[in-house]
């Protein structure tokens, strides 16, 4: 069958089951309950401290076969995920899932425990380096990775198509309860958005914390209600290595003069007046336009409601400089202002489900004016990949990407229309990840180019005279300096299946032939 | 059949259903799943906003025969139950459940809506005033009125014994997707602990507000992905009377006197250190007893860690002053002290599930050190009454009563041993509301007493000099003064059940004869 972005899907893949295709970014209401939720009980005076991971692994009834859940806020200073996985492995538990919100180059030694049948799938919004490149070339992993969006992964947990059987968060901060928040500690990451779904629908939940305080904690971000055991360990992990290089400003002229024309085109819109809602992705280049906003908003007097999403330190400077009302913060990027949510009363914390999800009662992302992202690659039909390189390679992370994109009034990629002799701009993208009825404008040092659809934008960028151009003249023009890269192929095991925000299926990842 | 409070119970009562009888504070463990809950979906640019109460009711679905419920921290001031009712009822709607935290004084008007069929059912943890007596007296109600304490009612919810077609939650500063929080507008009255296990439950929730904040709200109580509709009304209610006498601290001299014993227990008792917890019910003796224990503390340089429970202006005072770590309030119960809980970050609001859910992963009632209780009656056995006069009427509320004295280390019943001539120490109390296994020490102005099972506090008592006496001899020397109150007769109807926490049934309460 071929789903609505022209890609042929089987009818179902083993280890991951039946495909629904892709209709269409609000095709898919869904029907009847959410995932079922076990009863507990509690005595007084009964305790949660457990002494070690094997204990709570042990005591948690976890079993070969299972899926257990990990958020990944500590990012690339992550060292939950893998004290977890290698007691696991003592225990001589195997065949093991593993949800993450994402895994990181923190998670780069759990190829080891792939290699060896302890883990043997994989759930997450995205996958780099090492790890990513030997499931791609080789298919070492026995079964498919799902890639989530962070709305539809919460999505995915609240409709039951994941059951987590345990649920393991890092607590920077957290009593013998388990009331928890991440901004506080050695360890403090600042916003932990993510597994505010897990706790709710795992069977068991097991806190460790590396800073346990008095009963109760003063500021809960997760309570004690939805917590079985709680560990102390020695560290979550390398706090230094929390704020990654992705979210620091560009100094290199080339993107910053592609940050100014995405500017340019957001100012153009009309829709940067008071009380705009934005978001940006990471990378330097979506931040230097934050630069550029800010010097119009500052000449103009405007004064946005609220920046959504991942925040970096610059955001939480725009909002300390009274640009913004409020941020709005589902996972802190960098570890230096971890603890603004704490000192910020404007800087509050929000779970994935209330950032993206699809299937609840509303959701942040579906509120935004601009939504500015990047991509690996973008196609002459406006779909998006942002996870797979032209190699065929996993290399990135889906993240909130499409969730925001569907949202946003204007979502604007801002991209070079090359990157080392690469074409960005594509005839068709390897994988789709964001699908093209929900990208509106592409910005590129090469043109502007506007999503077919939007003849509302093609109006606003003319009487702004703002030179636009057809996507596929771009490509031309691209493609006439680059020539067109060789065609990839495939074996026929799939390796990666991605999936829209409300469970069908966009695409699906082969193993690379190498 | 009888059950471990000697009540004889009928097997099944007609719109109430089977009934399981009480078998001990945690007798009950909890099998299988929580309650369904609907999933839903929710388009970019959608709104949530209704002009009136009446459309909102429309769109909710809302027919006759279904279940709506309500929380009370508006308590007498609380215009939000009667607005509504008055629009189910020019509706047309009927055969209506009502499922409150609890019944206030500000309620009377929904007898009327009893009288006219409108309402047929009611769930609460009290009642009180001119529609207890009706209800008491006429048996005007159809089904039997169900008593559940504030940690059973969330049991109930989220077990499925309740299910909750539309939540109307009163919310004194909401934007318009629904993100609220208790502490801030006109109609402010603090934590809103209550409506937050409903807003997960409910089929459909509405947002009621008279301060309609821009979006998204800085300070969220409860966040969007629960609510459905918004209505913006004139009012709440009366801000003025959400503070309550029963809050204030006692200047009678015999309550004083029964306080300053009720102290001098505590103190014995060696719990009053640092890091200790502690709960008092509402009532001037609690608080006289709070006054003495303060200067204890003080002269002692004693910090308790947390005072829980429904937190009052006194609290506030203790916590400003340093001599308590925290408060954590599932309901402000005074208008004047709103705001604390946004101005001390130290004074911070939990879920009614957090505290006092016999069937969650953990509750602040299970941890507390100290609780002190007042009651209508207490009998030789040391069962508890605080539902029902001694003439039978509903006149009182179970609260949180049952919940924390099966959590406390040492229940502390603080009670005259009379009341206008009427014995408070009795044979038999009318309404078993809290079982005796539960409580410990009982404190009156003519004697105090220990349960018998509790050797360890009988020696503690006598070890520093606090004579205690047998309750039975109590009761003799208080019914010598009294004399003994003749008989209530009954008539067979049932007006009223009392559930256990755990949702078995400790008692029914039949109609008086008149």
Not at 40 to 49: H, V
Not at 259 to 278: E, R, T
Not at 376 to 390: A, H, K, M
Request: charged share 20%; net charge negative; hydrophobic share 40%.
């Amino acid at each position: 069958m071929i789903n609505k972005v022209g890609i042929e899907l089987p009818e179902h893949i083993e280890g991951y089951g039946d495909i629904i295709p892709y209709q269409g970014p609000f095709a898919i209401k869904p029907v009847g309950d959410k995932a079922p939720v076990k009863q507990s009980f509690f005595f007084p005076g009964q305790t949660k401290l457990l002494s070690t991971i094997e204990d709570a692994i042990k005591t948690s009834g976890l079993k070969s076969g299972m899926t257990i859940s990990f958020h990944h806020h500590l990012r690339d200073g992550d060292g939950v995920m893998i004290q977890v996985v290698e007691a696991i492995s003592k225990l001589g538990i195997k065949d093991i899932h593993i949800n993450s919100s994402s895994f990181t180059n923190a998670h780069e030694g759990i190829l080891e425990y792939i290699k060896s049948g302890v883990i043997t799938k994989i759930s997450t919004s995205g996958l780099r380096g090492k790890m990513a490149e030997e499931i791609s070339k080789t298919g070492i992993l026995p079964h498919p990775i799902v890639f989530r969006t962070h709305g539809g992964r919460v999505r995915a947990i609240e409709a039951g198509d994941v059951k987590i059987d345990v649920a393991f968060v890092g607590a920077p901060a957290c009593d013998k309860m388990g009331n928890m928040n991440g901004h506080e500690g050695p360890c403090a990451f600042g916003a932990m958005g993510y597994p505010m779904t897990d706790v709710c629908y795992a069977n068991v939940v097991v806190a460790l914390t590396d800073n346990l305080q008095p009963y109760p904690l003063k500021d809960i971000s997760i309570d004690q209600t939805h917590i079985d055991y709680v560990v102390v360990v020695e560290s979550l992990g390398d706090p230094a290595k929390i704020a990654s290089g992705a979210t620091r400003i560009s100094t290199n002229p080339s993107e910053l003069f592609l940050a100014k024309k995405a500017a340019n085109v957001l100012i153009a819109s009309g829709l940067i007046q008071n009380g705009f809602s934005f978001q940006a992705g990471a990378g330097g280049a979506a931040l230097a336009v934050c630069r550029y906003l800010r010097e119009y908003m500052e000449e103009n007097s405007i004064k946005g409601s609220f920046a959504s999403g991942g925040i970096n330190a610059y955001l939480v400077e725009l909002l300390e400089a009274g640009l913004f009302d409020i941020l709005v913060d589902v996972q802190t990027f960098d570890g230096t202002i971890a603890d603004s949510v704490k000192r910020n009363p404007n800087h509050i914390e929000m779970s994935a489900s209330m950032y993206a999800n699809p299937h609840n009662k509303s959701c942040i992302a579906h509120e935004l004016d601009i939504m500015i992202l990047s991509a690996t690659e973008i196609d002459v039909n406006f779909n998006v990949n942002s996870l797979t390189g032209s190699h065929g390679m996993i290399m990135g992370a889906i993240g909130g990407a499409p969730d925001t994109a569907a949202g946003a009034k204007w979502t604007v990629m801002v991209v070079p229309a090359m990157r080392k002799r690469l074409p960005i701009i594509v005839d068709k993208v390897t994988h789709v990840v964001t699908p093209n009825e929900t990208v509106d404008v592409l910005v590129t040092d090469m043109g502007i180019c506007v999503h077919p659809q939007r003849q509302d934008i093609k109006d606003i960028l003319l009487a702004n005279n703002i030179p636009i151009m057809d996507i596929k003249d771009l490509y031309k023009k691209v493609t006439k300096l680059t020539g067109i890269p060789k065609k990839i192929e495939y074996t026929d095991k799939i390796v990666g299946i991605v999936e829209y925000r409300d469970g069908t299926v966009l695409d699906i990842i082969r193993q690379i032939k190498t």
